[in-house]
């Protein structure tokens, strides 16, 4: 096992180029420039971005690599293999060309495949992914690799037996996550751990769903604690996990930035009190009544306007458990270009005549537009 990525020189706390703050439909560098002086200043080291994150790269080249010429030894980039787009060692090499030139640096420090799962474990099997990662090591273009995951238990643990090469995994890990049936946090924690990969946190606050101030959980972390930010609670619950490398934030705020160094300057196990009030504010949120579907995706087969119906209950679920939209318009925005959006239902009723738990799929439809697609 090489797992070789050298600990010390990498924060606890993970800057991700991922939801950046913007301003008049474009990034706000003013902004952004200043949230990565207070990273930098306070101790932070690791910045995550990926080829597919629009304008990212280029976005951390402006505000780090350029601004700050003389520490590149000490700042780790992690950037992404984009699968989707890598179907030969032709555009691999292209993709990889790219990133370095967006990012300015004639190096990567975590390069990792993006977004591994059973279907696109196979294709990185199929079209050399793992022997092109080893190979940019070898050059030195590349000082440690992994994969970012989004699969099952099972996936996992088959590809971190096949390539003991791999120096770190990025897995999604929460609170609310941790015993989810879908997500199974725990278990990937678990196999991780087992094969003793470090790990890289993703979605730590879930997107931002468990820091709404609007959210049936609210009340209760205020109340337990007054001077404690909720974004606190769940940055505290994986910090304590053994095994976790880095913790990554997709700060869009320097009010964000600010709250998170807070926790991280002086980080504390949390208490057996603590711990019990985490588990009942998951116990609130799992009570909140939600669309019962289980994503067969048998109404996506037969939809005339190819709407991603699954996807878009799970989005109307979080917003209804969570009782906000936060990150949740982005991510509507980005299933809808992958199929329809809810106003596309043509009313046809063709799947809620096959939807197995009997969904009146059309009313769905019409609810889910009526949040995400009226006007503000």
């Known amino acids: 096992m090489l797992n070789t990525i050298d600990k010390e ?6 800057f991700g180029y991922m ?4 301003k008049n439909n474009a990034f706000d560098t003013g902004q952004i420039n200043k949230m990565a002086d207070v990273f930098l200043e306070n101790g932070g080291t690791y910045f995550d971005t990926a080829f597919i994150y629009d304008g990212a790269e280029e976005a951390l080249r402006e505000s780090v690599i350029k601004r700050y010429p003389h520490d590149r030894g000490k700042i780790q ?3 992404k293999l984009g699968m989707r787009l890598a179907g030969n060692r032709e555009q691999m090499d292209a993709q990889f060309n790219t990133a370095l030139e967006r990012l300015g640096t ?5 390069y990792l495949l993006h977004g591994i799962n059973a279907m696109s474990s196979k294709k990185a099997e199929e079209t050399g992914a793992w022997e092109f990662q080893r ?3 070898v050059k030195g273009l590349v000082k440690h690799t992994g994969f970012s995951f989004h699969g099952s238990p099972e996936d996992l643990e088959e590809i971190l037996g096949k390539h003991p090469e791999v ?3 990025q897995i999604q890990l929460n609170y609310l996550d941790w015993s989810d049936p879908e997500t199974q946090s725990q278990r990937l924690y678990e196999i991780s751990r087992k094969y003793d990969v470090p790990i890289i946190v993703m979605e730590p606050l879930r997107g931002g769903l468990l820091t709404s101030a609007n959210s049936p959980i609210a009340a209760l972390l205020r109340g337990a604690d007054q001077n404690a930010s909720m974004a606190s609670w769940a940055m505290r619950y994986v910090a304590q996990l053994e095994g976790v490398l880095v913790i990554l934030s997709g700060m869009s705020s320097l009010e964000q930035m600010t709250d998170n160094i807070s926790t991280f300057a002086d980080i ?3 208490t057996a009190d603590e711990k019990a009030t985490i588990g009942k504010a998951v116990e609130i949120l799992n009570s909140v009544p939600r669309i019962n579907c289980t994503s067969c995706r048998y109404c996506v ?10 996807l878009l209950i799970d989005i109307y679920n979080d917003y209804t458990i969570h009782n906000t939209l936060t990150s949740l318009t982005r991510l509507y925005g980005i299933m809808s270009r992958i199929g329809g959006k809810a106003s596309d239902c043509t009313a046809c009723g063709t799947c809620s005549q096959i939807c197995p738990q009997n969904l009146d799929i059309v009313e769905i439809m019409q609810k889910i537009s009526s949040v995400f697609e009226s006007p503000a």
């Not at 939801?19 to 913007?22: D, I, Y």
């Open 77 to 79: 980039i992690a950037t």
């Open 106 to 110: 004639d190096y990567i420090d975590i």
């Open 135 to 137: 190979e940019l090591k």
């Open 9 to 14: 020189k990498i924060g606890k706390l993970g």
């Open 268 to 270: 504390k196990p949390l």
């Open 167 to 169: 120096e770190a995994v």
């Open 19 to 22: 939801r950046l703050p913007t």
């Open 301 to 310: 087969n037969d939809c005339p306007s190819k709407i991603q119906i699954p």
